[in-house]
């Protein structure tokens, strides 16, 4: 479709809504055709920053800088983003072929050549046979590939996505969030996708941007930033990891690192408080000393293999190099 992917620059980027810092002087490089997922708790500040880089909300500070070019100041369509809405807000007047082409008609383009743009992007997201529909007689999914459709039309070299599965069913949205993948792949540009859902950017992202607080907190590829969280709140929010206070400071482990055996020399003592079936595997948490707790997450044949009860004492073990120093 003649789009190329550009990197984006984010510089010193401040929002700032009266009083509240809703974005602290952030600063982050995305490579151009990543797939980059902004994940953080409710009010971190992902929403306004996309929403800054989409040029829907001004920057109060610093500078959003794609393929060299400053566009703190262009108005969104004239950025070479697209934005891609939590509420997929189609016409319902219009058929799915005009909703796609309507900023084409925005632009003035002769109705023969949008429609024609409108079915090559129908055809991408596999919805040609629907261009005649109604958004009514759509369902969620497939207005949200309409949507999609709507927001590439425009060859964006940016495609910035507001939780843009929030609103599908947990079967749906395990399925499209593979096509938005395949189609961010196919396309070679970059899509920014926000999301406070940690599976999700773990099975989505090149690259996750981890916001808290109105800053970074750390960005890595997927695997890096799951594998050694830098911050007891990386950690806690993307999950499967404990967090343990040592002598020599605060550590992650991952759960799935974590072994039980009999109490003994250098083992973590500990007394089980729960043993939870999983199916593939089975959760047993155990307290240590200084009331914290360490949950195991053990390979069912395994636990199975000596099975161990609320209430034991075990000694717990992991390797050293799964043990990662985190910052005060
Ligand atoms: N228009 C606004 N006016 C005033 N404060 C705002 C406005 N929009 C957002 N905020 C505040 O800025 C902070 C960041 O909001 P933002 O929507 O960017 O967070 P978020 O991480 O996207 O949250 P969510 O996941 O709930 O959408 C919050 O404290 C929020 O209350």
């Given at each position: 479709m003649g789009a190329t992917g550009k990197d984006l620059e984010l510089v010193n980027v401040t929002k700032r809504y009266g009083e509240t810092v809703a974005v602290d002087a952030i600063n982050h490089h995305f490579a151009p055709g990543t797939y980059a997922c902004l994940l953080g708790p409710s009010?971190?500040?992902?929403?306004?920053?996309?929403?800054?880089?989409?040029?829907?909300?001004?920057?109060?500070?610093?500078?959003?800088?794609l393929g060299g070019t400053d566009v703190s100041h262009l108005p969104p369509a004239k950025r070479g983003t697209a934005m891609m809405f939590q509420s997929y807000a189609l016409f319902p007047h219009l058929s799915v072929a005009e909703n796609v082409a309507f900023s084409l008609k925005m632009k003035g383009v002769d109705r023969p050549d949008r429609l024609k743009r409108a079915g090559e992007m129908l055809e991408l997201v596999?919805?040609?046979r629907l261009a005649d529909r109604f958004p009514d007689q759509l369902s969620g999914g497939q207005q949200q590939r309409v949507a999609?459709?709507?927001?590439?039309?425009?060859?964006?070299?940016?495609?910035?996505?507001?939780?843009?599965?929030?609103?599908?069913?947990?079967?749906?949205?395990?399925?499209?969030?593979?096509?938005?993948?395949?189609l961010?792949?196919?396309?070679?540009?970059?899509?920014?996708?926000?999301?406070?859902?940690?599976?999700?950017?773990?099975?989505?992202?090149?690259?996750?941007?981890?916001?808290?607080?109105?800053?970074?907190?750390?960005?890595?590829?997927?695997?890096?930033?799951?594998?050694?969280?830098?911050?007891?709140?990386?950690?806690?929010?993307?999950?499967?990891?404990?967090?343990?206070?040592?002598?020599?400071?605060?550590?992650?482990v991952r759960s799935d690192a974590v072994r039980m055996t009999d109490e003994g020399a250098g083992r973590m003592p500990a007394q089980i408080t729960a043993v939870e079936y999983q199916g593939t595997h089975v959760n047993v948490t155990a307290?240590?000393?200084?009331?914290?707790?360490?949950?195991a997450l053990l390979p069912d044949a395994l636990y199975f293999a000596q099975p161990r009860h609320p209430g034991e004492p075990v000694g717990l073990t992991w390797e050293n190099d799964q043990q990662h120093p985190l910052q005060a």
């Amino acid at each position: 479709m003649g789009a190329t992917g550009k990197d984006l620059e984010l510089v010193n980027v401040t929002k700032r809504y009266g009083e509240t810092v809703a974005v602290d002087a952030i600063n982050h490089h995305f490579a151009p055709g990543t797939y980059a997922c902004l994940l953080g708790p409710s009010g971190c500040g992902k929403s306004s920053t996309l929403r800054m880089i989409a040029g829907h909300e001004t920057v109060s500070d610093g500078s959003i800088v794609l393929g060299g070019t400053d566009v703190s100041h262009l108005p969104p369509a004239k950025r070479g983003t697209a934005m891609m809405f939590q509420s997929y807000a189609l016409f319902p007047h219009l058929s799915v072929a005009e909703n796609v082409a309507f900023s084409l008609k925005m632009k003035g383009v002769d109705r023969p050549d949008r429609l024609k743009r409108a079915g090559e992007m129908l055809e991408l997201v596999d919805l040609s046979r629907l261009a005649d529909r109604f958004p009514d007689q759509l369902s969620g999914g497939q207005q949200q590939r309409v949507a999609l459709a709507r927001a590439l039309i425009t060859r964006p070299q940016v495609l910035l996505l507001d939780e843009p599965l929030s609103a599908l069913d947990p079967f749906l949205r395990i399925r499209m969030r593979s096509e938005l993948k395949k189609l961010q792949r196919e396309l070679g540009i970059s899509f920014i996708h926000v999301t406070h859902g940690q599976d999700e950017a773990l099975a989505l992202a090149d690259e996750i941007v981890v916001m808290n607080n109105a800053v970074i907190e750390q960005a890595g590829s997927a695997r890096d930033v799951f594998n050694a969280p830098r911050t007891a709140f990386v950690a806690r929010f993307l999950g499967g990891h404990n967090v343990i206070a040592l002598p020599e400071g605060k550590v992650a482990v991952r759960s799935d690192a974590v072994r039980m055996t009999d109490e003994g020399a250098g083992r973590m003592p500990a007394q089980i408080t729960a043993v939870e079936y999983q199916g593939t595997h089975v959760n047993v948490t155990a307290a240590v000393a200084g009331e914290q707790e360490v949950t195991a997450l053990l390979p069912d044949a395994l636990y199975f293999a000596q099975p161990r009860h609320p209430g034991e004492p075990v000694g717990l073990t992991w390797e050293n190099d799964q043990q990662h120093p985190l910052q005060a």
